[in-house]
């Protein structure tokens, strides 16, 4: 009688810990683990879309520069952008699979924060702050300090692009780990731009805008 | 007296140490042994598996195989317009030509620089080797013959323009007057407005069937 009031007790306490525990992971989600996977025309998937598309062209031209100058101070910091740009892009791609959803959609970019209408995606700039096929060009005809000062310009446009869609996401996402990605990208971009202000200044030059 | 205990007591010590280090190499020419044994028949059941594969899928289809195993298969008809590839595509980088057995190519292998395929649009005709390098890397590939209408090649421009992981050509053999294409994938499309044209990059556009997901459409080709 007693063993089998011990056993009890203890299959009893075994179940409370597995609540627990089981409560514990699912609370562990942000409160997501329960929602349903981000539909196609969420702002979740759509930031995840676009910003993988922003992110690539970053990737893109600091590769270019690092082609087209020696300078140890631009090429740290190009590579420092296309390692992470890169590797968000994975991340924001592999969260599409992961929803089952598509990597392109039939509606212009940044639809998802109400601004379709942003960009005119003229020659290449597909998003606000994105350079145009020309000036990618000309960055890869360029060499030495010309180049830098283009790539620092063309930079800095781009990250006050980013940023501007970084923070349509921290508003409007609601998985959240892509919330907190955005966030970091606001704040990252945002301590580069004034390093690239600085770099700008030391070179004679400054932002375009 | 001591001593010579002590003596006999030592030979008998090097003797038992002797032995055992004579057991000691023996176990260890054993395990040699054993493991060599193992090895081979590894080796032996890797070739086997290889030799199997590779003759079953010759044996697949050889009406549309090209050589060396590039390519080797024919298209099964979807219930949604896509044709999709059954059979083998090579992946293999060579620096020769291909003779695929489908137009424009689905697959097979290639040349190991990629087309750029950033939105990329080409007004003359590519090479095969290179585009096929880019439907591996997960992009589409809009194609047009002679046939198709002025309107429908500027819409389809303006979309592949617009879209990273894309690109477009003419293709003057191809059968129909506009073709899709990724990686194992194919379809025709009546014309730019085709409902099918969204539908297809949707879930082709760096989609599941991409043998290297995350690699790039930009640093290779262009023409």
């Excluded at chain 1, 959609?105 to 145009?132: I, R, V, Y």
């Excluded at chain 2, 695929?100 to 950033?118: A, I, Q």
Aim: glycine share 10%.
């Amino acid at each position: 009688m007693r063993s089998a009031a011990l056993i009890a007790g203890a299959a009893a306490t075994a179940l409370v810990a597995a609540g627990a525990i089981t409560y514990a992971v699912a609370e562990d989600g942000g409160g997501s683990s329960n929602s349903p996977a981000p539909t196609a025309d969420s702002a979740d998937a759509g930031f995840a879309r676009d910003m993988a598309v922003h992110h690539q062209q970053a990737v893109e031209m600091s590769y270019i520069v690092r082609d087209r100058t020696k300078n140890v101070e631009v090429r740290r910091l190009a590579y420092d952008i296309a390692q992470t740009q890169a590797n968000q892009r994975g991340m924001l791609l592999g969260w599409l699979d992961l929803w089952g959803l598509p990597k392109v959609s039939a509606d212009p970019p940044m639809t998802w924060m109400g601004m379709g209408d942003m960009a005119s995606g003229k020659d290449g700039a597909l998003m606000p702050g994105m350079a145009t096929n020309t000036e990618l060009k000309k960055l890869n005809t360029l060499s030495g300090k010309p180049a830098e000062v283009l790539f620092l310009q063309l930079m800095t446009d781009h990250h006050k692009g980013g940023i501007h869609m970084a923070e349509g996401c921290v508003e409007k996402c609601r998985v959240g780990v892509e919330k907190r990605l955005a966030q970091g990208m606001v704040d990252a971009q945002q301590s580069e731009i004034q390093l690239m202000a600085d770099m700008l200044k030391a070179r004679g030059a400054k932002a375009r805008s | 007296m001591g001593s010579a205990k002590n003596t006999g007591t030592a030979a008998r010590k090097a003797r038992i140490e002797e032995m055992r280090r004579a057991e000691q190499s023996r176990e260890r020419r054993t395990r040699i042994v054993k493991i060599a044994a193992s090895a081979v028949v590894v080796a032996g059941l890797v070739v086997g598996g290889v030799a199997v594969v590779h003759a079953q899928s010759g044996k697949k289809d050889s009406s549309a195989s090209d050589s060396k195993n590039s390519a080797s298969g024919h298209f099964v008809a979807g219930s949604d317009g896509v044709n999709t590839w059954k059979g083998t595509l090579g992946r293999t980088h060579v620096t020769s030509t291909v003779n695929y057995p489908m137009h424009p190519p689905v697959g097979g292998n290639h040349n190991p620089v990629w087309l750029n395929c950033n939105g990329d649009v080409y007004t003359k005709s590519v090479k095969d080797e290179n585009a096929v390098h880019a439907l591996e890397h997960g992009a589409v590939w809009v194609t047009y013959n002679k046939k198709a209408s002025a309107a429908d090649v500027k819409a389809l421009t303006t979309k592949v323009k617009s879209t990273p992981y894309s690109l477009m050509s003419p293709y003057d053999s191809q059968k129909d007057p506009i073709m899709l294409s990724a990686w194992g994938h194919q379809r025709t499309v009546k014309s730019a407005s085709d409902p099918a044209v969204n539908s297809f990059f949707e879930k082709f556009v760096q989609g599941s069937q991409t043998p290297e997901p995350g690699a790039a459409c930009t640093g290779g080709l262009s023409q």
